[in-house]
Structure formats: structure tokens, C-alpha cells
């Protein structure tokens, strides 16, 4: 209890190895406009990749962190995030979800902007007085914008540190996951986008959880049996706090990787194949990184909600809340740019057989999710979930400690919202 009397939504007790959450925070609704305002507008949010606007005048358009955002390559190449509202009345300028545009007109009252989002357009523009300027009504931008290694990130603070510092540790293991490629990574075209009922927290607890994999997805390692994966290459690993909030489970296992890991199930005739690929991985970075990338799986939280799944294929996800039971989450595949169309093949079949919404493991997941927050449903009386596992010995890819990173960073930046946790546990 707080010396006031209110009760703490996370309690983490180090020397007694207790760590627990309240499970009010996953149904409140005040806690969730708390989580608007001080998570995730006030972190780095993941935009897209610079190669699904490889071209100028490409653009996307996508919700990120509730805001409507493009992502635009402009004639002059540069690589811009513009909010997807007019200045005039606000309407949406870009409703299509992709393309190429040199200009994007307001449909509403036809108001028109360049790929810079300069104000280039306004029909009978003499009826404004003098002060009317166009050059002062261009579309808005995030506060901040930066682009790591062809990753656009965007915040909507203009006080945030430097993407650099905010990535903490999280840098070393992202860009572990980009050295895989010699020439830079490019997005698959095609998006995984879906929905479900829990809250959007019980998604990055299992995103990177190591525990519930031999119980949750029984079904896939059968799978993997059947068509001879390699269950002699043992199961091992570790859980990491990466710092501001940030974690990750690096493991090795049974799944061949694309990157320079065979599996039988290949065929001998791509042994060689795989053996050049880690050569050269050899001659980059020498033995013990290369054997680092090419046989180490690792399910990286960026915080709050990128999710870089480097597995037997490599995915990139995000998630926001639209409710406190309710999310909806986007996905693509990552490859190596000019990577060759068996492996590239063998990539997307991993997106959609393990990772994608009808495979595997999704609906695994949503239903273990689903069921959770249901179960919630008698939070007053069963208030407390336990996070606890690892506490007390260095971290097992089972444990916990990732996940405790992220409840850490979540609990400073909602310490602000006392009413709503005054609410919220009553």
C-alpha cells in the first residue's frame, strides 16, 4: 500500500523475489486514457521501413499511436511523416493506404498539398484576407521523426531523449537482427492486420514470453516433428532487461533460419547454399557473432508496442488499443534486400504458418488472450497477476525479467494519474 493508503498497481519486491500487477490495469478505462497520454504519446513509436516507399511520391497511410499518419517519399527524396489531417477543416487528406502521389487533395473542400506537405492548392484563395498564408497551412508533422537503419520512428513529444538513448540496449539486439543483411532489410508487400478482444499489455507480456510455448503451441512443435525439423539442436536461452522498458528472449531451437541455420527438412541440395550464406557471416563479423546471428532466435519489445519477431522468419509488429479489452494489431515481413525467391519463399510461408493470424501460433495466442481477459472479468476478487519467475536465479528464456522491464517503464509513466488509479482499484 502507498502510505496514503492507496493500493499500487505494480509491486515489485526484489528481496522477498514478488513481482505482481493489478489487474485493474487491464480493464479500466480511465487507466487507458492515462496510457494515451503518458505511453504513447510520450515514446517512440515505430512509423514503417524507408523500402515500402522505395520510390518518390510513395506514400502509406496508417494509424500510429491513434494518430493518422503518412509516410511519403517526396520528389525531393526525402522521406517525410506527415499527420494525415487537413488544415483547413481536418478532414483526411490520403484515404487510400498506399500509392503514389505527387499531390494529395482534400476531398472535403479540395484544399491541395505536395508530397512535402507544403500548401500548394486552395480554390478562390482571394476570398481569405491579407493575413492568409499558405506557407503556414502545410500539413503538421510528429514532433519527432528519426530513421534508424531504414526504420522510420516517430514521437509525438518534443522533450523525448534521442532515439539512440531511448533504444537503451535494445540498439545492440536490433541491430543483431540487421546485421543479418549485407545490403539493408526491405519489407514484403502485404500487411497482417486483425483484432481481438483483450488488452493491448497481455499482448507484449506474451510476445515475449519463453514460458508458454511448450504448453500454448504443442500443436506447431508436432508439426515441426512430422516434417523433420531438428530436435537434436538442444532448447536454450535467456531472458533480458534491455532498460526503459525494453526486453527480449534469445533462444536457440529446433527451427532452421533463412539467415544461415539448415534443418533436414531443406534437402541436402541447399546445404552449400546455407554454408556460403555463413561464411560470409564470418568474414563480417567473425565466428562468435555470426554463429550469434545465424542460429540465436530472439523476440525483441521495443517499447511500448513494436514487437521484432527474428525466429524462423522475421516479423515486424505493432498493436494499439482502441478499448481496454480490445486491440488491433499490424504485421509485415522483413527479408534481406536482394535476398535470393527460395529463401524469400521460405520466409513468407514461416509469416503465415507460425506467426500469421490463420497459422499456427496466432490463434494459439489470441485464444490464451482472450481467455485471460475474460478471467479478468473477476479482477476484485483475483486481483493480483503474478510476474515473478526468475526473481531470484539469473534469467531462463522461462522467466520473467523482460517482461519486468516493460511493467517497470509502464508504472513510472503512469505515476502521474492518481485519480484514475484511485478509480481503478476501488
Known sequence: MHGNGRM???VDDP????????????V?????????????????????????????????????????LILCHG?????????????????QICREPAGNARTFQCFYHAWTFNNHGELVG?????????????????????????????????????????????????????????????????????????SFRANWKLLVENSIDGYHLRSTH????????SVGANFDRPFRGYARALGNGHGVIEHSGPMGRPCALWEPRWGEEVRQEIAGLRRRLVERFGEQRAERIAEWNRNLLIYPNLVVNDIMSLTVRTFYPVAPD???????????RGEGPRWQARRLDNFLTFLGPGGFATPDDVAALDSCQRGFRGFKETQWSDISRGMK??????????????????????????????????
Open 122 to 194: 486552395v480554390p478562390d484563395a482571394g476570398g481569405y484576407g491579407g493575413s492568409f498564408r499558405k506557407e503556414a497551412l502545410g500539413l503538421k508533422s510528429p514532433a519527432r521523426v528519426t530513421n534508424y537503419r531504414g526504420m522510420v520512428f516517430a514521437s509525438f513529444d518534443p522533450a523525448i531523449e534521442d532515439l539512440i538513448d531511448y533504444l537503451a540496449d535494445a540498439k545492440e539486439v536490433l541491430d543483431t537482427i540487421l546485421d543479418q543483411a549485407e545490403d539493408g532489410m526491405q519489407i514484403a508487400p502485404g500487411t497482417q492486420s486483425y
Open 218 to 225: 504443442h500443436t506447431y512443435l508436432e508439426y515441426l516433428r
Open 393 to 426: 536465479r539469473e534469467a531462463d528464456v522461462t522467466d520473467e525479467e523482460q517482461m519486468r522491464s516493460f511493467w517497470r517503464r509502464w508504472s513510472e509513466q503512469i505515476e502521474g494519474g492518481s485519480a484514475a488509479r484511485r478509480r481503478a482499484v476501488a
Open 8 to 10: 499500487k498497481l505494480v
Open 75 to 91: 520528389s525531393d527524396g526525402a522521406i517525410r511523416v506527415l499527420i494525415n489531417s487537413c488544415t483547413h477543416r481536418g478532414a
Open 15 to 26: 528481496r522477498h523475489g514478488l513481482f505482481r500487477v493489478n489487474r485493474s490495469v487491464f
Open 326 to 336: 480490445y486491440l488491433e494489431v499490424s504485421a509485415w515481413a522483413m527479408m534481406p
Open 28 to 68: 479500466s478505462p480511465e487507466i487507458l486514457e492515462l496510457e494515451r497520454r503518458n505511453v504513447f504519446d510520450r515514446s517512440w513509436l515505430y512509423v514503417g521501413h524507408e523500402s515500402e516507399v522505395g520510390n518518390p511520391g510513395d506514400f502509406i497511410a496508417r494509424e500510429v499511436g491513434g494518430r493518422p
